[in-house]
């Protein structure tokens, strides 16, 4: 095989591939990212055009260094109002959640108090979004969500937006009865949580390590168990 393509070959390439529609549909932000890469100021006008069109997921478009794009907002706001969920409406709300202004904090909170059961994949890159650009704005409509989705709701904001609010919402959940709650709650802590979690997660598990233990396969506690497991597995690592 030949070397690595280069240089302006490269860039020729990848400018041509990017508005490929067949090879777009497969690969298309990792593409545009590698000539954002050779060609920011070349590649910057395709980039925003495939973010205020949604064309793509947050982990494939959210590479720009601005922390918002507030030329995108009503593009996103139209999207994310006018698809469903599963067609595309999951993406607008995702490149919301990392490029919103606080211009459109009111119409997102809005669009959250309209349509509370929707997916929370769907909700929760939109109350990551409230809980930077509008605080005042987050608190109701993160209740919301976890009322509609359980404890796991910390968890999927925090993949948006890790604000300081969840931990000690997590630590709270993280003493719950219910295992499945509890779980949730040291799944969000082991990934997001700071150093000073750590004791309450060691007094979790060695507090139902012998119940986790002598209990059939597949009980609810043994998944809290092996959560807490192997989060100090890997802090000791």
């Not at 920011?40 to 205020?52: F, K, L, Q, S």
């Not at 890159?125 to 009322?147: E, F, I, S, T």
């Not at 993949?159 to 719950?176: E, F, I, K, R």
Request: net charge negative.
């Amino acid at each position: 095989s030949g070397a690595p393509l280069a240089g302006p070959a490269a860039l020729a390439l990848l400018r041509q591939e990017a508005n490929d529609e067949a090879i777009r549909f497969r690969a298309h932000g990792s593409l545009l990212h590698r000539w954002y890469d050779l060609d920011p100021a070349g590649a910057r006008p395709r980039v925003i055009a495939a973010i205020e069109a949604a064309d793509g997921w947050a982990d494939d478009l959210g590479f720009l260094p601005d922390a918002t794009l507030p030329e995108a907002d009503q593009s996103l706001l139209a999207a994310v109002n006018a698809r469903a969920p599963n067609q595309g409406g999951m993406q607008a709300a995702e490149l919301i959640g990392r490029y919103g202004s606080p211009a459109i904090a009111p119409a997102v909170a809005q669009l959250l108090d309209q349509h509370g059961d929707n997916p929370c994949d769907w909700q929760a890159p939109l109350v990551g979004y409230l809980l930077r650009a509008a605080p005042a704005l987050a608190p109701p409509r993160r209740q919301a969500m976890a009322d509609h989705c359980g404890t796991n709701a910390l968890f999927e904001i925090a993949g948006t937006y890790n604000d300081a609010s969840l931990q000690p919402l997590a630590l709270n959940h993280l003493q719950d009865a219910d295992t499945a709650s509890a779980e949730a709650a040291a799944r969000y802590l082991g990934a997001y949580g700071d150093a000073s979690v750590k004791a309450a997660l060691m007094q979790r598990w060695a507090a139902i390590r012998a119940q986790a233990l002598t209990c059939p396969t597949g009980a609810p506690v043994r998944g809290l168990y092996w959560t807490l497991a192997d989060w100090l597995i890997g802090a000791q690592a």
